[in-house]
């Protein structure tokens, strides 16, 4: 059996379970460069190098972060909501809310079932 973990209290989770993933793509901001003729031109070859002698004693990972940075968070219902509420801000270890929704209560009262999307509303209504 497939279980999951919250990212953000820890919760164990099954597999069936209701989870939100959260994707976080951290880049580098950058302008486009407009390139002109004078540039395509130019000998590169000192501004190359002296890029090289500045990184080449730095840990490859670093470089890397500097520019680029991917995130996959899964999240609990309750998480998910105090993340929704201030994703800049969410620290779940300051507590979460304990108001914690069943979904699935709540699709079965709307006549929906989790499994298979059946329809459970009773007969005659």
Known sequence: MITY????????LAQDALRYTVKIDVRA???ELEVHLADL??????EILALIERLKHKDPR???ETVYKAFK???????HRAYI????RFHPE???PDTDLDIDAFLKSLGKSKYLGEDTTPSGE
């Open 5 to 12: 973990r919250c990212d953000g209290c820890g919760r164990t």
């Open 29 to 31: 901001a950058y302008d």
């Open 41 to 46: 031109v130019r000998d590169h070859r000192a």
């Open 62 to 64: 670093e470089i890397e």
């Open 73 to 79: 968070l899964d999240l609990c219902p309750a998480c």
């Open 85 to 88: 509420r201030d994703p800049l």
């Open 94 to 96: 300051q507590g979460i």
